[in-house]
């Protein structure tokens, strides 16, 4: 539910119409009917086991390249430029895993040998 503020009712001749004597309109949104699908899919016991694999996949790599990476935007223009400079930082991302990944391993590997 949204309530709107709005000065310019007060100024308006159809305020009695729209609004009554308040200066409050709440307007209800409950979306359509996909959302409301969505929203109760969400909610079962399925749908969040779904949402919480989710997480765990597609939404690390895109908090990791915001917030670790400083990647908040892109730098360039247009769609071909644009898909190429998301595929760079995607690159730079699981560059950066592998080389974590092989640098966990060969610590773990100089651990286990003395």
Known sequence: MHQYYCNDCLKCSDQEKCVGKNRVRVITDYGDVLTKQMALKMESTNGKL???KRKEAVEWPFGNIKQNLK???FI???????NTEKNLINTVHNIKRIHNEIHKQINTNNISNT
Do not use: L, M, P, S
Request: hydrophobic residues 45%; aromatic residues 16%; charged residues 25%.
């Open 71 to 73: 990647y908040i935007e």
């Open 76 to 82: 360039t223009r247009g769609i071909v430029q644009i």
């Open 50 to 52: 779904e949402f919480a």
